[in-house]
């Protein structure tokens, strides 16, 4: 199975699913477009060594408490696998929503 990150696999998978989601907010999109602009940059790695400040001004999120609300959703609701704040950022392990192999959207 090709596990391989593809933006363009991903988009729509996620758009799929967040039509379907209520729960979603326009911020939780910005994040979660946020955050799979960064899995493309860092050439397939799924797991993100990220920033909350940059994060934050890159989304334009106001609080601190709102942005890790918004973090702890997506990973309830299944949009990404793991999420740890650590003390130099936090680290967010990705979620492939969309297998290439089968087709199939996973959530």
């Known amino acids: 199975m090709n596990t391989?990150?593809?933006?363009y696999i991903q988009l729509p998978a996620f758009w799929k699913l967040r039509m379907a989601d209520k729960?979603?907010?326009?911020?939780?999109?910005i994040l979660y477009?946020?955050?799979?602009?960064k899995w493309h940059e860092q050439h397939?790695?799924?797991?993100?060594?990220?920033?909350?400040?940059?994060?934050?001004?890159?989304?334009?999120?106001g609080s601190r408490r709102t942005y890790f609300r918004?973090?702890?959703?997506?990973?309830?609701?299944g949009y990404i696998n793991g999420y740890r704040k650590g003390t130099n950022g936090a680290i967010v392990e990705m979620k492939f929503l969309h297998l290439p192999a089968d087709e199939q959207i996973v959530s």
């Open 44 to 61: 397939d790695n799924p797991v993100l060594h990220i920033k909350s400040y940059e994060m934050m001004d890159e989304t334009n999120l």
């Open 4 to 7: 391989h990150f593809n933006l």
């Open 70 to 77: 918004y973090m702890r959703e997506l990973l309830e609701w």
């Open 33 to 37: 477009l946020n955050l799979l602009l």
């Open 23 to 29: 729960n979603i907010k326009p911020h939780h999109v």
